[in-house]
Structure formats: structure tokens, C-alpha cells
């Protein structure tokens, strides 16, 4: 049983990890197709770069 998790837990993060990379890898045009909100929000925000408030910046 106890393997099972681990194996799973592996996958799972093996299925993050290729979600963050298509991230970091597609432009900004290709996320907006898939997501329609990304259009929102700049880039370096979807990417998880930079804060989208000021507020979250100073704190």
C-alpha cells in the first residue's frame, strides 16, 4: 500500500511539473486559445514571476 502512494504522489507531481513547463514554454497567444482568461492578467503573472497587486508586492 505504502508504494502505491508513492507512486502516485509521483505521478501527480510529474503532472504539475508538465503543467508549469507548458506554461514557462508556450507564448502568450497559444495560452490565450487554451485560457481565455490569461488575456487578463500580464504574462509575468501567468508565469508566476511577479505579483499582480501592489499590495501583495510590499507585503
Same mark, same amino acid.
Given at each position: 500500500?505504502?508504494?502505491?502512494? &508513492? @507512486?502516485?504522489?509521483?505521478?501527480?507531481?510529474?503532472?504539475?511539473?508538465? #503543467?508549469?513547463?507548458?506554461?514557462? @514554454?508556450s /507564448?502568450?497567444? %497559444?495560452? @490565450?486559445?487554451? /485560457?481565455?482568461?490569461?488575456?487578463?492578467?500580464? %504574462?509575468?503573472? @501567468? +508565469?508566476? $514571476?511577479?505579483? &499582480? +497587486? #501592489? $499590495?501583495?508586492?510590499?507585503?
Amino acid at each position: 500500500m505504502n508504494m502505491l502512494l &508513492w @507512486i502516485l504522489a509521483f505521478a501527480l507531481a510529474a503532472v504539475f511539473a508538465g #503543467s508549469g513547463a507548458v506554461k514557462l @514554454i508556450s /507564448t502568450r497567444d %497559444q495560452q @490565450i486559445d487554451r /485560457t481565455p482568461y490569461v488575456e487578463d492578467f500580464p %504574462q509575468n503573472v @501567468i +508565469r508566476g $514571476s511577479a505579483p &499582480w +497587486r #501592489s $499590495s501583495e508586492r510590499s507585503a
